[in-house]
């Protein structure tokens, strides 16, 4: 039996060689390679761009016809009135000069109106209220609101369909893109209804609000005095974070799934993606919306729309007509001009509770087909597509031991085997992006790509590409063929990789996530090319499989590129603005990792099928150390430019008088309150002209004083309040004296409870911070109409005061309680802020101010913090 066994075993060897050289025979040649992955870098640049930046033909008023969105008129409309400039709340420019020209344009359209169809009512109000949770508040007097209703002469429908956007700015802006933008879209989609003889059902509203930027306060008061807000029962939200381009759908419902479907039938540009609204919604977007008043305070379902491109300039001086194409304004136009048409016709409008029932799954294709289904719908295909991958490549593996002559065990051992090398290459090709993401931050060279975007690719696309491959290029190498052919081998890691995307896809459905979607696209192109390839002889003649699913995945890797294109686009100029306390590089990092993975997780593997796949590898290494030479040892690799991708710096010129129980003037300093916006903070600036000499951390100052003894601006700051740095300066800082904090009162309300009245003038930005001290209880103020106080885990209690129109001095009064009864005591702390943003401070200020280089896009003004101890 012995020399039997050893002639068996001959002829496996040599059986088992004819295979290793059948497999050779069978590889491509190497130079081949480079231009297999030069196909699909040809396939995003040549086509997956282009239909991403597309937009339609601008019409003129020459060769328009009627009933059409005239992008001409529109964009004359946005050069008046973003050539009005910063429209801060409580300015003239945007509670007289805005106002009057929204006013009058609305005039001209009523003026042009069809009289026999419809009616029009305008109406100008003025709101003033309260709104906020926990320790933080904001109260605004004499907000202005520009509300339109255009009414069928024939509806009788009580229900509203209302259409948003606000006219206000932030400080130093001209707003063109934020949100001029859609103000003036919504005026010239009010003149082609109101013009032509489409009938509608449901009279539609027009709000023009006046105070968004502050902390949507404006919407608050319409939906919840608004004499029309009863009656709306959805709302289509307009806003920006961008200027041009295209607008994407970023929210919907919730739980109104109809909405999405007539999105899909009216919408002439599709642009949305479920993925968008589940990531603002988790709050990795440093943004909000009037959106969440509608859907807080007046329970109306509805879709947030925005534009997101050229985010650069979003809240910045160059935030101007001249960067706004006609293009953008044509596709938007056309967009919600048909959206509104159709939402006005909704039999669902009549009673949207009836039809409320889970949420929606929507994409768009490159902006040429939108997909919807409902969650339920998205579910059952979830689970169906990751069930065919299973059941298909169980098909696979028992026809590779069938063609193979081996046992189904003797494959799936091989299987599992492949499978622990393609979770490696899975993890891997997520993980190195984010490695290199840390390195550079540990380095302080964030944000390299700011002004480069190409860098991404070098930076981040290649090094999860090299985690992809090396690890199945290394085990190709290096196992032996026994038995089972190299072009078998390779299907293994493919099946793997769908074993992958199958077990995320549930995991994510079981989790409740609609993304989960993302995965199915892959998956259910790559189950077809198999199934085709099991219906054929090319499953198991050598690689000839590989070319169904090579034209499999040309769709999803478009898809999955334009995805993640998307965020990256939309993410990398937040970067700039979303302060310095965390890392942003690794978002960019781990969207370009995932979308890398989606789009070559099926493709990468084949460079195996060439010879010297090494070659790939080696390759991809080179373009990542030059990107990495070019990020950290060039001007390349320099985040900022002047104008286009400027770093936002935003100060105050503070003031800080500090006075005692028996009114002293204790502390009396000046000097510059820095809130870098940016991961770099102050580290760009030195060497330049600026003199930050004496710039320190105000952490000291934040552990010893309440609210660190600033007059911190916004939610941002104090958010930020530990990332905040002060430069003291030794003249003080000059601010306009007209305002004003007068006790009016102390009076004893019983035993326990003393009532404090007072007086508040000054500039139309103003806050209060108040902390009882440790024996009291602050148990009841005039700010809300009940007077309750709510429980709150952190003090002290913020009150930000915002004017409007209306600026007339601010009466309030504060009860505390003490068990002791002893009111003759130090009972709180007052601190009170006022913002003269539209100063630009005194000469030194000014000259301070003029030192920074041209890239700094500077937001700074005057500011003065007074602390009472009462």
Same mark, same amino acid.
């Given at each position: ?64 016809? +009627? ?16 050539? *009005? ?30 009289? +026999?169809?419809?009616?029009?009512? %305008?109406? @100008? ?111 289509? !939200? ?8 295209? +607008? ?10 109809? =909405? ?63 960067? *706004? ?94 499978? *622990? ?21 540990? @380095?302080?060279?964030?944000?390299? $790509? ?97 070319? =169904? ?38 978002? *960019? ?14 493709? %990468? ?138 006790? @009016? ?51 002290? $209690? ?11 001095? %601010? ?10 009864? !002893? ?15 539209? !100063? ?31």
């Amino acid at each position: 039996m012995a020399p039997k066994e050893k002639l068996i075993s001959y002829e496996s060897v040599e059986a088992s060689g004819n295979v290793l050289k059948k497999d050779a025979s069978l590889k491509v040649p190497w130079y081949f390679a480079s231009g297999f992955l030069l196909f699909w870098v040809l396939l995003f640049f040549a086509v997956m761009i282009p239909f991403f930046y597309r937009l339609p033909t601008a019409l003129t008023i020459e060769d328009a016809e +009627e009933n059409v969105f005239i992008a001409e008129r529109a964009y004359k409309n946005l050069y008046t009135l973003s050539n *009005i400039g910063t429209k801060l709340t409580g300015s003239k420019e945007n509670e007289v000069e805005a106002v009057n020209f929204i006013l009058n344009e609305l005039t001209q359209i009523k003026e042009d109106m069809l009289g +026999e169809f419809f009616e029009m009512e %305008i109406d @100008l109000s003025k709101v003033s209220g309260v709104l906020g949770s926990g320790s933080t508040f904001d109260v605004y007097q004499g907000i202005q609101n520009i509300v339109v209703k255009l009414t069928p002469k024939s509806t009788k429908s009580d229900s509203y369909l209302l259409v948003n956007s606000h006219f206000d700015s932030k400080p130093f802006t001209p707003s063109a893109g934020d949100a001029g933008f859609m103000i003036v879209t919504m005026l010239e989609v009010l003149r082609v209804i109101a013009t032509t003889k489409q009938a509608f059902e449901h009279p539609i509203v027009f709000l023009f609000n006046g105070s968004e930027e502050g902390n949507l306060q404006a919407s608050h008061g319409f939906i919840t005095q608004h004499k029309w807000a009863p009656y709306c029962k959805a709302v289509v !939200n307009l806003d920006a974070a961008g200027s041009g381009g295209r +607008e994407v759908l970023f929210q919907s419902g919730p739980n109104h799934p109809w =909405l999405v479907k007539y999105y899909k039938e009216y919408i002439k540009y599709p642009f949305a993606t479920t993925m968008a609204e589940e990531i603002f919604q988790s709050g990795i977007i440093p943004s909000d919306t009037d959106f969440r008043q509608f859907k807080s305070y007046g329970n109306i379902p509805g879709l947030d729309m925005a534009q997101f491109i050229n985010g650069y300039v979003y809240h910045t001086k160059y935030d101007v007509i001249d960067v *706004i194409p006609r293009e953008a304004l044509q596709n938007t136009g056309d967009n919600i001009l048909g959206l509104v048409r159709g939402l006005a016709n909704a039999t669902e409008l009549r009673d949207t509770e009836a039809y409320k029932s889970g949420n929606a799954v929507f994409f768009d294709f490159l902006g040429l087909y939108f997909v919807q289904y409902s969650e339920a719908t998205g579910t059952c295909l979830n689970f169906g597509v990751a069930g065919a991958a299973l059941i298909f490549i169980i098909v696979s593996m028992w026809r590779m031991a069938a063609i193979s002559r081996v046992s189904i065990c003797h494959v799936v051992r091989w299987f599992i085997l492949v499978m *622990i090398i393609q979770i490696i290459s899975f993890v891997l090709g997520l993980a190195l992006p984010i490695v290199v993401a840390y390195v550079f931050d540990n @380095l302080e060279l964030s944000l390299t $790509y700011y002004s480069t975007p190409m860098l991404v690719i070098g930076l981040y696309v290649c090094p999860s590409l090299i985690g992809l491959s090396l690890p199945l290029t290394i085990y190709y190498n290096l196992q032996g063929n026994d038995k089972i052919s190299t072009a078998y081998h390779l299907q293994l890691a493919l099946h793997a990789q769908a074993v992958i995307l199958a077990l995320l896809t549930i995991g994510l459905t079981l989790f409740g996530l609609r993304s989960a979607y993302i995965f199915v696209i892959p998956l259910i192109f790559y189950v077809l090319s198999l199934a085709l390839n099991l219906l054929t002889t090319l499953h198991d003649r050598g690689y000839a499989w590989t070319g =169904l699913l090579k034209a499999s995945q040309i769709i999803p890797f478009l898809y999955s590129s334009y995805l993640f294109y998307i965020f990256v686009v939309a993410l990398t100029p937040m970067g700039g603005r979303a302060g310095s306390s965390s890392n942003r590089d690794l978002y *960019i990092a781990v969207l370009a990792a995932a979308g890398t993975v989606l789009s070559f997780g099926f493709l %990468i593997p084949l460079i195996n099928a060439f010879r010297r796949p090494s070659f790939v590898v080696f390759s991809l290494l080179a373009i990542t150390a030059v990107a990495m030479y070019l990020a950290s040892s060039t001007q390349i690799g320099f985040p900022y430019r002047p104008k286009t991708n400027g770093q936002r710096i935003a100060y105050l010129q503070v003031r800080n008088m500090f006075y005692e129980y028996d009114g002293t003037l204790s502390k009396d300093e000046s000097g510059y309150l820095f809130n870098f916006m940016d991961r770099r903070e102050e580290k760009p600036l030195l060497g330049t002209n600026v003199n930050l000499t004496g710039l320190v951390s105000m952490k000291s100052k934040c552990e010893t004083h309440m609210m660190c003894g600033m007059p911190l601006y916004s939610y941002g700051y104090i958010q930020h309040r530990l990332q905040n740095k002060w430069l003291p300066r030794s003249e003080p800082i000059e601010t306009p004296a007209s305002t004003a904090l007068q006790r @009016l009162s102390k009076t004893a309300v019983n035993a326990t409870t003393v009532r404090f009245e007072f007086n508040l003038t000054g500039p139309s930005h103003m806050s209060l911070f108040i902390e009882p001290y440790e024996d009291v209880t602050l148990s009841k103020w005039s700010f809300v109409s009940d007077g309750q106080v709510p429980s709150a885990s952190q003090l002290p $209690y913020s009150i930000f005061f915002t004017y409007g129109i209306d600026s007339s001095p %601010i009466n309030f009064f504060l009860e505390l309680t003490k068990p002791n009864g !002893n009111f003759n005591v130090p009972l709180f702390q007052l601190g009170v802020s006022r913002h003269y943003i539209t !100063n630009e401070g005194d000469a030194q200020s000014v000259k301070f101010a003029s030192s920074f280089p041209s890239y700094a896009i500077l937001v700074q003004w005057p500011a003065l913090y007074q602390r009472y101890i009462f």
